[in-house]
T-cell receptor
Framework: GAGVSQSPRYKVAKRGQDVALRCDPI?????LFWYQQALGQGPEFLTY????????KSGLPSDRFFAERPEGSVSTLKIQRTQQEDSAVYLC??????????????FGPGTRLLVL | AQTVTQSQPEMSVQEAETVTLSCTYD???????LFWYKQPPSRQMILVIR??????QNATENRFSVNFQKAAKSFSLKISDSQLGDAAMYFC???????????FGTGTRLKVLA
């Protein structure tokens, strides 16, 4: 594809439901990032993958959040037992390089999650 | 812990004029990267410009330039000849060398007046 895609674009969940958010990075991109963007705020880092390896998950807010990228391409962010404070836009970004000064993140359109 | 602060929630500029968006950061690291990202309404975030901390020369990209003051930990974005398409949220971001974690500010909403 031409860019990073995310699905679904919108998700409404009842409190306590599990949700799965998908990210399709640009083909061949080594790095993949997940961010949480609350209304009126900047993106907050959740986790980072280099190929299939999750090298940094320091931003995951609780053990209800889990991310995977089993084949080094598509990634899924799963949130178990959703709570109202999980309502946010979840952004995915990919980069062809892994770190370094030339790294450029390409962002997807985001998934807007609303937990009722 | 590193922090990024954008003290201007909203700025306005007349079309064709110049505007400067402010960003300050706090870090004890010496090697890091700074970025400005643009998030247009209902569109994807894109990179506008980046600066490596080890470079003294300020980065420029066409109408966009930065004023990087390492000692003051300041990283402002100047947009020259503002265009209607520049209207967006602008986020300042920081990443320490050797890590993958980006830290973003809260953003500045830029309005461009015709």
């Amino acid at each position: 594809g031409a860019g990073v895609s995310q699905s679904p674009r919108y998700k409404v969940a009842k409190r306590g439901q599990d949700v799965a958010l998908r990210c399709d990075p640009i083909s061949g991109h080594v790095s993949l990032f997940w961010y949480q963007q609350a209304l009126g705020q900047g993106p907050e880092f959740l986790t980072y993958f280099q190929n299939e390896a999750q090298l940094d998950k320091s931003g995951l807010p609780s053990d209800r959040f889990f991310a995977e990228r089993p084949e080094g391409s598509v990634s899924t962010l799963k949130i178990q037992r959703t709570q109202q404070e999980d309502s946010a836009v979840y952004l995915c970004a990919s980069s062809i390089k892994a770190g370094g000064h030339q790294e450029t993140q390409y962002f997807g359109p985001g998934t807007r999650l609303l937990v009722l | 812990a590193q922090t990024v602060t954008q003290s201007q929630p909203e700025m306005s500029v007349q079309e064709a004029e110049t505007v400067t968006l402010s960003c300050t950061y706090d870090t004890s690291e010496s090697d890091y990267y700074l970025f400005w990202y643009k998030q247009p309404p209902s569109r994807q975030m894109i990179l506008v410009i980046r600066q490596e901390a080890y470079k003294q020369q300020n980065a420029t990209e066409n109408r966009f330039s930065v004023n990087f003051q390492k000692a003051a930990k300041s990283f402002s974005l100047k947009i020259s000849d503002s265009q209607l398409g520049d209207a967006a949220m602008y986020f300042c971001a920081y990443r320490s060398s050797g890590t993958y974690k980006y830290i973003f500010g809260t953003g500045t909403r830029l309005k461009v007046l015709a």
